[in-house]
């Protein structure tokens, strides 16, 4: 008589990406669970920062910030201005904000 036995379940390995595309809790959780983040900082860590100044040279200040992947700069110009007629005992501060966000995205492209 033959013995009948269970087909042996299929083995997947997937590469630490792709786990993280397709389990992203679960990848997050391992990490978590043995008290470090996916680039290997504590979880207490920060991400190394750098802050220069005067990196614009039209502006009358200016900073770039970097903390980890991300990257910000701010300039700032200013100029005197006679007071307002309604209020010549005062100053005023106008301000005016252009973001600028360029996002650039990458993409896996398997080549068959």
């Known amino acids: ?19 993280q595309k397709l389990h992203p809790a679960e990848y997050f959780r391992k990490f978590i669970s043995q008290g470090v983040r996916p680039d290997g900082r504590l979880l207490t860590g920060f991400r190394p920062t750098t802050v220069h100044y005067g990196v614009i040279s ?15 700069v701010c300039g700032v110009k200013a100029e005197v201005a006679e007071p307002r007629l309604d209020s010549p005992d005062q100053g005023y501060l ?6 600028r966000l360029e996002v650039f995205f990458c993409f896996e492209r398997a080549l068959s």
């Not at 008589?1 to 786990?19: D, L, V």
């Not at 039209?58 to 910000?72: F, I």
Request: glycine residues 10%.
């Open 94 to 99: 106008g301000m005016l904000a252009r973001p």
């Open 1 to 19: 008589m033959a013995s009948t036995s269970a087909a042996p379940t299929p083995a997947f390995t997937f590469s630490a990406s792709t786990f």
């Open 58 to 72: 039209t502006a009358n200040g200016s900073a770039m910030v970097r903390v980890g992947g991300t990257t910000v």
